[in-house]
């Protein structure tokens, strides 16, 4: 062999290994550019792998290839570790997807607040007032006797709500003016006022404390009322109450007391006088337990007792009789809870009035009350509601009444924009100890569209019908329709 020859073979070896130790040792130092720049490809090596004994697979290969991208792939065109996985990254982070509709449709969000005025922030309260102004007509038949009249009537009315993170005071109030403009009748302002404060005590403990304040014309249709009277009496009604409220577990209880005060104006007469009817002025006071037993959270079953007195400001009315009652009543019913489909309570049970004046016979009959709330579908509601009231009267020898009250009322939602409703009322008044007096039978029902313009401005029509029917034979119909503007805020 020539010696020249050896020498260039052995410095083209050392050469060639001095290359390949450079190249590998770049690999070494430089591993994360050079995988991040070219997507690596899954490669199979014959042979085996060190201390296993089994083929590497070209899956293995792939794994162990890839590393961290550079920050910024879009500048760089770098492929994200997240793009090599068989899934999204919104897959793993979301494992409980929705169900889809039944149909495939999309869902709308429901708020059932967006139609609805923002009303007023006065520091913790909001305040939603209404102020409405209706053109009306009446028709009015008392047996032969027909009588009409045009009237404006201008409504205001108004929530105030607090915002507190504990209690809470709800301020409730409406009033109406009437103001005759064509034909003859009497007019029926009324007002109503009512305030609750809910104070969250401990345990399982809360207290209502009420106030409130009434005013109406008392109805020319009332027993009580003047025949030959210009203007009834002015009935004033102010009230006062306090309640505590405890849940013992599975057993409920409460226990309230209520004061009412009620006064009444002189009466115009005909012929220009005043007549003064303050005898009838009564102060009134009712103390009522209530104890139930929850069966589940949706049926409440109870028991009520109230006990009560009234006395009057005088203790004779001008005819000499004595008017002071004591009252006894005791129910029981259940309370039905399912949510916003159908919710309310129904109780039944005894009442009575006993007065001081023996020569007047005690008011006593069967008592029904309560209230139920149904929604057959969103946007329709139906109230059946039912009570009884037994009512003093002032009539010579006449101890009073017990009247039977049903209403029914349906609401619903033709459109977003569109309510139409409903209303049927029916009064049974029995008088149970003067065969003198005739019992009565009145029924009233009334259809009425609101159209909203806007959440601010809504338009409204109703057209009702009242009919009462007495033993006696005579009756009274009476026909109202009217339209209006109801301003929100």
């Known amino acids: 062999m020539v010696p020249g020859s050896f020498r260039s073979t052995r410095g083209d070896a050392r050469r060639s290994t001095s290359l390949a130790l450079l190249l590998a040792g770049t690999a070494l130092l430089f591993p994360a ?10 490669t199979t090596t014959y042979g085996t792998v060190a201390g296993t004994g ?47 509709t039944i149909d495939g449709l999309r869902l709308r969000s429901y708020n059932p607040e967006y139609d609805r005025a923002p009303g007023v922030r006065i520091g913790t309260f909001t305040l939603r007032p209404e102020v409405s102004e209706t053109i009306n007509h009446e028709w009015r ?13 201008t409504g205001i009315r108004g929530t105030l709500t607090s915002d507190w993170s504990r209690h809470q005071l709800t301020v409730t109030g409406e009033g109406v003016l009437q103001n ?56 004033n009604t102010y009230r006062l109450g306090a309640a505590i409220e405890r849940d013992f577990g599975l057993i409920r209880g409460s226990v309230g007391i209520d004061f ?3 006064t009444y104006g002189d009466v115009e007469l005909e012929n220009g006088t005043n007549l003064s009817v303050k005898y009838r002025n009564r102060n009134t006071g009712t103390l009522t337990a209530r104890v139930g037993y929850e069966l589940s959270p949706a049926l409440i ?17 001008p005819l000499g009789f004595e008017r002071s009652y004591q009252t006894y009543a005791g129910r029981g019913g259940i309370e039905l809870d399912l949510g916003e489909k159908l919710y309310g309570e129904l109780g039944i049970g005894y009442e009575t009035y006993n007065f001081e004046d023996g020569r ?24 059946f509601a039912i009570s009884t009231d037994l009512n003093p009267s002032t009539t010579p020898g006449d101890a009073g009444s017990i009247d039977y009250n049903l209403t029914n009322i349906i609401t619903h939602q033709m459109r977003s924009d569109l309510v139409a409703r409903l209303t049927n009322n029916l009064t049974l008044r029995n008088y149970p100890s003067d065969a003198r007096s005739s019992d ?9 569209l609101t159209y909203d313009i806007n959440r601010y401005l809504a338009l409204t029509g109703d057209v009702s019908y009242e009919r009462t029917t007495r033993d006696r034979g005579d009756t009274t119909d009476i026909t109202r329709i009217g339209v209006g503007l109801t301003l929100r805020r």
């Open 260 to 262: 009412d005060r009620r």
């Open 141 to 153: 038949k008392d047996g032969d006797t027909k009588t009409n009249r045009g009237y404006l009537e």
């Open 301 to 317: 079953p109870f028991i009520e007792g109230s006990v009560g007195k009234s006395l009057y400001d005088l203790r004779e009315d």
């Open 440 to 448: 009565e039978t009145t029924w009233r029902t009334g259809a009425g």
């Open 360 to 383: 007047l016979g005690d008011i006593s009959g069967l008592s029904v009350d309560g209230r139920l709330n149904w929604s057959p579908q969103r946007g329709t509601d139906v109230l």
């Open 33 to 42: 550019p050079l995988s991040a720049q070219t997507a690596p490809t899954p």
């Open 54 to 100: 089994t083929a590497p697979t070209a899956t293995a290969t792939a794994t162990s290839a890839t590393t961290p991208a550079i920050t910024d792939p879009q500048t760089t065109g770098a492929v994200s570790s997240d793009d090599l996985t068989p899934a999204s990254n919104e897959d793993y982070l979301r494992q409980n997807q929705r169900e889809p």
């Open 180 to 235: 005759n403009i064509s034909g003859e009748g009497e007019e029926e302002p009324r007002a109503d006022v009512d305030a609750e404060l809910r104070l969250d005590l401990w345990d399982e403990t809360v207290a209502r404390l009420r106030a409130g304040y009434s005013f109406e014309r008392e109805d020319a249709d009332d027993p009580n009322a003047i025949s030959n009277a210009k203007d009834q009496s002015a009935v």
